[in-house]
């Protein structure tokens, strides 16, 4: 687990927002493209985030066709 402080969770969240609506992907699509549940893209999303694993950070860049570092800026 990559464990962020809130701010960081946020700003995660938005980074992942962003990139999403960019590549002009609904929450349910870019699951379904990284493998992981909708609901929890929903979570990371949300104003109340949750701790997020290394390897989903990893599978939502690529889904999202980025590099990894980008959504932890």
Known sequence: MVYMSKSMALQFGAN???Y???MKLTQQRLAELA???YKYI???EGKKPTAVR???VAR???ALKI???KLLQ
Do not use: G
Request: net charge positive; aromatic share 4%; hydrophobic share 45%.
């Open 42 to 44: 929903q979570r990371l």
């Open 16 to 18: 992942l927002r962003k």
């Open 20 to 22: 999403r609506k960019l």
């Open 67 to 69: 590099p990894a570092f």
């Open 35 to 37: 493998e992981i549940e």
């Open 60 to 62: 939502l860049a690529k």
């Open 54 to 56: 290394i390897d989903t």
